[in-house]
């Protein structure tokens, strides 16, 4: 069964450092999710991606947060400046649809800034 | 404000035994509901999809059943197995202030002891 993959597994990052997160999507799917998940939090929406552009963004996804898709198997989040706060899971997710389609998450990104 | 609760916060049972886990949700308006199960440090994997106009709905052991009148919606886990232990989290989603937004519970973290 096909599946959403994210690189790296865990990245560690020094505060004030430039970071990027990787997901190759399930292939057909046209939608493009992150959400991040603090340590013993619910899981946080931040961005959603459609058409080569941002389709939503949470007030989380301030302009430290860009993301992009470089390639036609690529989706990429980068955070320009990081903060000790944004240590978190980062998940990655597609869909074929965006209403009453399941989204297929990535296993994530554990990200940690010292 | 639009909330999803969930219920218990964690929960303990036997292996083979059943359990039933809480939803309620204040989300208006309301498109569809979701129950994910996390594994630990893994991501999120859709057990279910209801629509507002569906009751009910299975995925092998997993029974999801949905009330859209009293915004309640519980999972029902049959025969329990080892493998069941992971945290469910309920999605409720909706089209609110002219976008789709999906709004996460906080989960529900179940252990199944031999």
């Known amino acids: 069964e096909p599946e959403v993959t994210q690189t790296p597994s865990h990245q560690v990052t020094q505060m004030g450092q430039e970071v990027i997160l990787r997901c190759v999507p399930i292939?057909?799917?046209?939608?493009f999710y992150w959400y991040r998940q603090i340590l013993g939090q619910k899981v946080e929406f931040l961005v959603s991606?459609?058409?080569?552009?941002?389709?939503?963004k949470s007030e989380i996804f301030d302009d430290q947060f860009s993301v992009e898709r470089p390639d036609g198997s690529n989706f990429t989040l980068k955070i320009r400046s990081t903060k000790l706060e944004d240590s978190a899971m980062y998940f990655c997710?597609?869909?074929?649809?965006?209403?009453?389609?399941?989204?297929?998450f990535g296993d994530g990104t554990r990200l940690s800034i010292l | 404000k639009n909330q999803v609760e969930q219920s218990p916060q964690s929960l303990i049972i036997l292996e083979g035994k059943n359990c039933t886990l809480q939803?309620?949700?204040?989300?208006?308006?309301?498109?569809?509901l979701r129950w994910y199960k996390q594994d630990t440090g893994r991501g999120p994997v859709s057990l279910t999809i209801?629509?507002?106009?569906?009751n009910t709905k299975s995925n092998g052991r997993y029974t999801a059943t949905l009330d859209a009148d009293t915004k309640q919606s519980s999972l029902h886990i049959t025969a329990s197995q080892l493998s069941d232990s992971a945290s469910y989290i309920c999605?409720?989603?909706?089209?609110?202030?002219?976008?789709?937004?999906?709004?996460f519970g906080s989960g529900t973290r179940l252990l199944v002891r031999p």
């Open positions: 997710a597609s869909s074929e649809g965006v209403s009453n389609q399941p989204q297929h």
């Open positions: 991606f459609y058409n080569n552009e941002i389709s939503e």
């Open positions: 209801m629509t507002f106009s569906e």
């Open positions: 292939s057909n799917h046209l939608y």
């Open positions: 999605v409720v989603s909706g089209w609110m202030d002219s976008s789709y937004k999906l709004i």
């Open positions: 939803c309620n949700y204040t989300v208006s308006p309301f498109s569809n």
